[in-house]
């Protein structure tokens, strides 16, 4: 059963995306209604559609491609084969958010199918949990990403940051879109600065090198992820040009620190460690085992607090 209404007619093509369907679940039995209308949400490159189907929430993730050549619609379907073959191996780790399958989509794009959480992503849900543990929910993502780059070869995400960061029913962080961001998407859909939009999380390195993602990068986004979370404001938000960031991230410039009592000292040197330079930046191993000393502190320092009354 679906969930959406009928006001206006989705195109919706059972076309193409063959060799990408075979090796992954599909749902082409999807009710046509979940593209009908308009969508969700969204960006200059994507519709997502929320809905219901087998009394489970899910969303539909459809990339617009109208201009897309034929050869470029195929790269785009060979290089997101290869994202969720990394995404299925981080899938074994229990914060790692799953992906359901593909469907065909609109304009010929495969369209990725996830469970949809009902908690929103972690910046939404602690504006509704503004008394949750922000440590342990970021603890949970750090060993995600801890076990990603353990694999053989490593999982990079690429695009470590809040949006990024799911809460699941039993307000579990889970880690998604593993890789999504290095997909090749329409050039003609872009506006001007919609490449710059996630410029705050992505590390220096990545701007000045021939790459789209590392686990060094992971790391940053990470930090930048934890100043986020912790602050409820995106990084450098004292900047409010994207090229005012660039700038200040090329030269070594890190935001400044936000008066936030949550942001005590010891967080904010975690964070500042994730920022250096890449060839002095910790790894993940590093960075999770440094957030569990982190937790032990805050845990005997409650119990401290408790002894005492």
């Not at 999807?30 to 489970?56: A, K």
């Not at 992503?121 to 440590?135: C, F, S, T």
């Not at 005012?244 to 090329?250: L, R």
Request: charged fraction near 25%; charge should be negative; include cysteine.
């Amino acid at each position: 059963m679906c969930s959406r209404s009928n006001p206006r007619r989705a195109y919706f093509t059972h076309d193409n995306a063959a060799m990408l369907m075979k090796d992954y679940p599909t749902h082409l039995n999807l009710p046509d209604c979940i593209l009908d209308g308009l969508p969700d949400t969204g960006s200059s490159f994507t519709d997502v559609y929320r809905s219901t189907t087998h009394n489970h929430g899910i969303q539909v993730k459809v990339w617009r491609g109208a201009s897309m050549r034929e050869e470029e619609q195929e790269r785009f379907a060979m290089r997101l084969s290869e994202i969720l073959k990394d995404w299925k191996q981080a899938m074994r780790h229990s914060n790692v958010a799953p992906f359901l399958g593909v469907a065909p989509g609109n304009k010929r794009l495969p369209a990725l199918v996830t469970p949809l959480y009902t908690n929103g992503n972690i910046n939404q849900y602690l504006n509704k949990r503004p008394e949750a543990n922000r440590l342990d929910l970021l603890l949970s993502v750090a060993d995600a990403l801890k076990f990603m780059h353990s694999l053989n070869p490593p999982v990079v995400h690429g695009g470590v940051r809040g949006a990024n960061i799911l809460i699941s029913d039993d307000e579990e962080a889970l880690l998604s879109d593993i890789g999504i961001c290095t997909l090749p998407c329409d050039p003609d859909l872009a506006p001007v600065g919609d490449g710059l939009k996630y410029v705050r999380w992505t590390a220096p390195e990545i701007f000045d090198q021939d790459v789209t993602c590392s686990e060094a990068g992971d790391v940053y986004s990470f930090g930048m992820t934890v100043l986020e979370v912790f602050t409820g404001q995106k990084p450098y938000a004292n900047r409010s040009r994207h090229t005012d960031t660039i700038f200040d991230s090329m030269h070594g410039i890190l935001p400044p620190r936000p008066d936030c009592p949550a942001l005590t000292d010891y967080i904010w040197d975690l964070i500042r460690s994730c920022l250096i330079k890449v060839e002095n930046r910790p790894s993940m191993d590093v960075v999770h085992a440094w957030m569990l000393a982190l937790q032990l502190k805050e845990d005997l320092d409650t119990l401290d607090r408790n002894l005492k009354r």
